[in-house]
């Protein structure tokens, strides 16, 4: 799929801002999984999404490894200002929202793909980690965090703004294409 394609369907689901995404500027690094351990966000060993049930940096980078350039997809939001907690969460359930439309657009167009989002996996209410195999293995959602990356990294080397200032908040997430 062209690029000028997936930014159509990008904007179709919702996002505000895109970028074309080149597979070589993704690093992966310890030091962000080590972030995840350290659980501030709760999801740590919740979830097939992050780790450790993603596998290893190694597993990671070689799923990446399979993948082509794709796209970078954001949310921007509006807050009143720095404080906005209400703002953030609903800019992030809004990114969260138009990200499993893409997912599932490009699954139901048969497009394989690599989605990495902002967030641990809510597909489903509650994850089957570690009991049971993932419900979704082919619409499951990893982050761009879970996989080692640092979403400003990512975003400088592409081009994309990542701070649109204090009355505002950026959630990201990007689509590889295999
Ligand atoms: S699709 Fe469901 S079972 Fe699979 S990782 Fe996501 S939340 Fe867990």
Known sequence: MEYKELEKIAKE?????????????????????DMCAQNTCGQYGKNWCCP????????????????????????????EDEMDGEGMMEAQEEHSKHFLAMVDRLHELGVPMLPLGAGTCTRCKVCTYPDAPCRFPEKKISSMEAYGMLVLQVCKENH?????????????GCFLLK
Do not use: S, W
């Open 160 to 172: 994309l703004e990542y701070y649109y200032g204090p009355n505002a908040i950026a959630y990201t």
């Open 52 to 79: 450790p049930g993603c596998g290893d940096l190694e597993v990671c980078q070689q799923t990446v490894n399979q993948c082509k350039d794709g796209i970078l997809v954001q949310t921007v939001g509006e807050l």
């Open 13 to 33: 689901c919702g996002f505000t801002h895109t970028a074309p995404l080149a597979v070589t500027t993704m690093q992966m690094k310890q030091e962000v999984r």
